[in-house]
T-cell receptor
């Protein structure tokens, strides 16, 4: 029973490039959440998605960031024209429903050089 | 607004007991979670409280007082492997998402 799978584990991008982070939730989980964690800081909520719908994007920066969770395939967090300040660990979590506990993936560590 | 406060760092000795406090002020409340996170790893679930009182699970216990907006995580018989960050999170807001505190980094010394 695989947990939440995130890839890649580490991603290096030059300033101005695009970063695509993938998250496959636990089998049967239809709720996906993305969080960002800066060094020595807590998890900051970014976006909450269900299949084909964005439920809550109140934590997403207004520009350059987008997320999707298509009917088939993983959830994708896309960051366009990355800047050094985007360097962080990005964690994905999934739950079976709105009230269930979260299972977290191992994260993608993005470094912008 | 949403505000969750925890101490930034704590230290304790192997075999001792440590209590990590968390206070919260959120719009709505649908449960409080504690997660453990080792450096460079994913957060892992420790406990969940939705009603007032104490939940015990082995060496770990968690307490909740909704009227005071307060919770604590109690770790007994500390082991070196308990050195980690402990994250308090509240399910709140119109979409019931988890809102995390900044975490408490616990160092256990021999």
């Amino acid at each position: 029973n695989a947990g939440v799978m995130q890839n890649p584990r580490h991603l290096v991008r030059r300033r101005g490039q695009e970063a695509r982070l993938r998250c496959s939730p636990v089998k049967g989980h239809s709720h996906v959440y993305w969080y960002r964690q800066l060094p020595e800081e807590g998890l900051k909520f970014m976006v909450y998605l269900q299949k084909e719908n964005i439920i809550d994007e109140s934590g997403m920066p207004k520009e350059r960031f987008s997320a999707e969770f298509p009917k088939e395939g993983p959830s994708i967090l896309r960051i366009q024209q990355v800047v050094r300040g985007d360097s962080a660990a990005y964690f994905c979590a999934s739950s079976p429903d709105r009230t269930g506990g979260y299972t977290f993936g191992s994260g993608t560590r993005l470094t912008v050089v | 607004g949403q505000n969750i406060d925890q101490p930034t760092e704590m230290t304790a000795t192997e075999g001792a007991i440590v209590q990590i406090n968390c206070t919260y002020q959120t719009s709505g409340f649908n449960g409080l979670f504690w997660y453990q996170q080792h450096a460079g790893e994913a957060p892992t679930f420790l406990s969940y409280n939705v009603l007032d009182g104490l939940e015990e699970k082995g060496r770990f216990s968690s307490f909740l007082s909704r009227s005071k907006g307060y919770s604590y995580l109690l770790l007994k018989e500390l082991q070196m492997k308990d050195s980690a960050s402990y994250l308090c999170a509240v399910r709140a807001g119109p979409t019931d998402k988890l809102i995390f505190g900044t975490g408490t980094r616990l160092q256990v010394f021999p």
